[in-house]
């Protein structure tokens, strides 16, 4: 409740210009949101994760609506670092879960934002339809949920993606790439259905 409400009081004022002294865009108010969820995320080690699996109840957990087999794979395919999550495969994640699902569940990885590289299908709800839109007008679930809605509301198994360009690894900014997987320390590789995350 506290780290809640600390990342609460801190994205206000990031959004209001109160934490920094120029104006905030809308932009930096993502990427603070984004780096605000990693710095409190509860799982950033596979031993946290171990812990996290460990003591809470099935009925609790982000991970219970994944098939067995959907969260071995899911689990399989994590990778960290002494910052936290660096990378994983989104295919069950995409296929089985709808957006709220998968909010929940990467929010325990401060990976929120990465929800705007997928593109899930199994929109069951208003609120999983407020999320894609917020996603789809700033890349994030952290900035409003007004405006209409491109997303596909059917189900099925989700298209082989094209892979994106390779990621500079010159490049400073905040950004996760969608088609790629952190294979190494500073090093992503090209594979479908995978984020690779900045800090890889």
Not at 56 to 77: E, K, M, V
Request: include cysteine; proline fraction near 7%; charge should be positive.
């Amino acid at each position: 409740m506290l780290k809640k409400s600390l990342r609460c009081l801190l994205l206000t004022g990031a959004v209001l210009g109160v934490v920094s002294a120029p104006a905030v865009s809308a932009v930096e108010s993502v990427r603070t949101a984004s780096r605000l969820d990693r710095l409190l995320a509860p799982i950033k080690s596979k031993q946290d994760l171990d812990r996290y699996l460990a003591v809470t109840p099935a009925y609790q957990s982000a991970f219970s609506p994944l098939t067995p087999a959907g969260r071995r794979a899911f689990i399989d395919s994590l990778t960290f670092n002494q910052s936290g999550l660096t990378g994983f495969s989104y295919r069950d994640l995409q296929a089985e879960l709808t957006p709220t699902q998968i909010d929940k569940l990467l929010a325990l990885f401060g990976a929120r934002n990465t929800i705007a590289l997928m593109k899930p299908t199994r929109v069951v709800s208003m609120k999983d339809r407020h999320l894609l839109v917020s996603l789809e007008r700033c890349g994030s679930s952290e900035c409003g949920e007004d405006g209409g809605s491109g997303w596909d509301d059917g189900g099925g198994t989700p298209a082989e993606p094209t892979p994106p360009p390779a990621p500079d690894p010159s490049d400073t900014t905040d950004k996760d790439v969608a088609g790629y997987a952190c294979v190494a320390r500073a090093t992503c590789e090209v594979k479908n259905f995978s984020i690779c995350r900045k800090g890889c």
